[in-house]
């Protein structure tokens, strides 16, 4: 059983950062997807960012040159730097992590989600 816990949401202005971490409880082999989705209200949930296959990074359209993952295995930990922000990227973030299998953006295949942390930028 894998935990994930995230960190890191809360209200920021038009323009601005934030850094969400997760942590999971458990070491995730480097090859296997660590993702992030999002959902907004009335909104299906999104993949926003992923990291697998080591390094290997993927970004939906809508947040690309704004948001980085990354991960730093000694702490079992991936992050989402958002910078630029604007109100659309309002919703609540979601830890994902599931075996690779090219499709790390599919919510109905994730197996481990974490709890989810809000984000609400205002104009």
């Known amino acids: 059983q894998v935990q994930l816990v995230e960190s890191g949401g809360g209200s920021v202005q038009t323009g601005e950062s934030l850094r969400l971490s997760c942590a999971a409880s458990?070491?995730?082999?480097?090859?296997?997807?660590m993702a992030w989705f999002r959902q907004a209200p009335g909104k299906e949930r999104e993949g926003v960012a992923a990291?697998?296959?080591?390094?290997?990074?993927d970004y939906a359209d809508s947040v690309k040159g704004r948001f980085t993952i990354s991960r730093d295995n000694s702490k079992n930990t991936v992050y989402l730097q958002m910078n630029s922000l604007k109100p659309e990227d309002t919703a609540i973030y979601y830890c994902?992590?599931?075996?690779?299998?090219?499709?790390?953006?599919?919510?109905?295949?994730?197996?481990?989600w974490g709890q989810g942390t809000q984000v609400t930028v205002s104009s």
């Open positions: 994902a992590t599931k075996r690779y299998d090219g499709r790390c953006f599919v919510p109905s295949t994730i197996r481990y």
């Open positions: 458990v070491y995730i082999y480097t090859g296997d997807c």
């Open positions: 990291i697998y296959a080591g390094t290997t990074t």
